[in-house]
Each structure stands twice: as C-alpha cells, then as structure tokens.
C-alpha cells in the first residue's frame, strides 16, 4: 500500500510544465519533419539534376 501511494504522489509531484496535449504535439512535429526528410531526400536527386539542366540551358541561350 506504501508503494502506491509513494507512486501517485510522485506522479502528482511530476504534474509540470508538460500535459499530453503538448507531448502529443511534440510528436506530430517529430513525425511531420521525418515525412519531410524523407521526401527531400527520395527527390533529392531528381531537383538537383532539374536544377542543373536548367543552369545548362540558360549558360548555353547565353553563349548562342
């Protein structure tokens, strides 16, 4: 019985700055920056090979 209620005022004790609502934030932010990540990285190549042809083209409408 002791170690219940050692257990239930710590966690009052741990209330803090921090509820679930912002955690659960927290972690929709975590997910939504991986999803970014991962896109930019699996695109990654086809931008920088479009970003680069288009340099291409512009140096050689210069030069002609």
Request: net charge positive; proline share 0%.
């Amino acid at each position: 019985m002791k170690i219940k209620n050692k257990v239930r005022n710590f966690l009052k004790d741990q209330s803090g700055e921090f509820g679930i609502k912002q955690i659960a934030v927290t972690v929709a932010v975590i997910v939504i920056i991986g999803l970014l990540i991962g896109v930019i990285r699996g695109n990654l190549g086809t931008w920088v090979a479009e970003v680069w042809d288009m340099f291409i083209e512009m140096i050689k409408n210069l030069i002609s």
